[in-house]
């Protein structure tokens, strides 16, 4: 196992931000997961092949764990919910029967908070972990996502020498200990209150459901910048006359699928899509253009994180620029005023914001361009 965790530890270095120290605490994990993995496999110990899958579950390790990372802690809780929601959604459902699709959405949010929960202590409890161990940096939330969704897709043998996905066994769970006629309003239940007195010291439901949200840590700086960052770019949307755009972003907001915006806002399939490109253009101006700054801020990739870049891509990109991109560079690292840059390159305002987007552009299509 030593060469995979050499395998692990180097990828980690070249690949991600992090100190040596973390890259070495989480490929030491990954290394044990592989192990413990390839031991307990009846099937890859009769194979007679141990290192080759171990390396062969070990590279499918690490580029689950390094494609949460270029994800963001933000983007990557996004891509996990959203992998998980699809896997559960037809197993989600109370015993009183038919569920509107917002009303699903609801209960998915409140098992999928539970299963987070579960995924954690099981990662400390397989990692040997101590109890209070909870992701701190960028490569850890990374890794402790990657986790959750591979403990959320393992086969659990049932009668009958069937199998399923033991996040599909805990949904049904869940659905089953839902009592048959209970509404609870979420906002209620944070506050601790309802209207009517009798009915919040008789129903204990309200207070699980609180319990459950107030034992939560959400990332509160995070969830600000999302706030802004959707306010920001309603605003920009509206000032450029895009109201379409604004009702398609709300939309695409609540993870509603494409034929249910397109009902909603009685498009045909060949109009949303127009719309569709139309946001897509306004949302790459906002990014990188009008509010850059916010935005990158929002994603971890902010200029005091070399725009999201690894060091070998960072080096690279500069590497690839003219003498002039380069000190526009420089210049914005110093946070000087787009005038006060534009007066020192020697051009106007206009040019010189044109010459930010561009690069801005180039290091976002290094950054999402595929392995």
């Known amino acids: 196992m030593e060469a995979i965790f050499q395998l692990l530890f180097n990828e980690l270095r070249q690949s991600t931000r992090a ?45 689950q764990c390094l494609d949460y ?38 209960y998915i949010e409140d098992f999928l908070q539970i299963f987070y929960a579960e995924a954690l202590n099981a990662l400390r409890r397989e990692a040997m972990l101590s109890a209070t161990f909870s992701p701190r940096t ?64 008789q129903d204990p439901s309200t207070g699980q459901v609180r319990e459950q949200i107030v034992d939560r840590e959400p990332d509160l700086g995070s969830d600000l910048l999302r706030e802004t960052v959707i306010r920001e770019l309603i605003a920009y949307l509206e000032d450029n006359n895009q109201r379409e755009c604004v009702d398609y972003f709300v939309l695409r907001l609540q993870d509603l699928q494409t034929h249910e915006i397109e009902e909603i806002l009685g498009l045909t399939p060949r109009q949303r899509d127009y719309l569709q490109q139309r946001f897509r253009y306004h949302l790459t101006r906002f990014a990188l253009s009008h509010h850059w700054e916010l935005v990158h801020q929002w994603l971890d990739v902010d200029l005091d994180r070399n725009l999201g870049l690894t060091p070998q891509q960072w080096d690279d990109f500069l590497a690839s620029l003219s003498a002039e991109s380069v000190e526009l560079l420089n210049l914005k690292r110093q946070k000087m005023t787009d005038s006060e840059i534009a007066r020192r390159l020697g051009c106007s305002l206009s040019q010189a914001n044109k010459q930010w987007f561009k690069l801005l552009k180039q290091v976002w299509e290094i950054r999402n361009q595929p392995e």
């Open 138 to 201: 960028l490569l850890e939330v990374a890794e402790y996502m990657a986790f959750t969704e591979r403990y959320a897709k393992r086969r659990i043998g049932l009668p009958g020498g069937r199998s399923q996905q033991l996040v599909i066994l805990r949904a049904q769970t869940f659905s089953k200990q839902q009592p048959p006629e209970t509404s609870i309003d979420m906002d209620r239940a944070v506050e601790g209150t309802t209207p009517d007195p009798e009915t919040n010291r």
């Open 69 to 106: 990372y270029k994800l963001g802690s933000v983007g990557g809780r996004v891509e996990l919910h959203s992998t998980l929601s699809a896997i559960v959604y037809r197993y989600i459902a109370p015993p009183q029967g038919q569920l509107s699709y917002q009303a699903r959405l609801h």
């Open 19 to 63: 100190s040596e120290s973390n890259c070495r605490d989480v490929a030491e994990r990954l290394t044990a997961e592989v192990e413990r993995t390839c031991a307990q496999s009846d099937r890859i110990q009769a194979s007679g092949k141990m290192d080759v899958w171990a390396t062969k579950l070990a590279r499918h390790r690490l580029k």
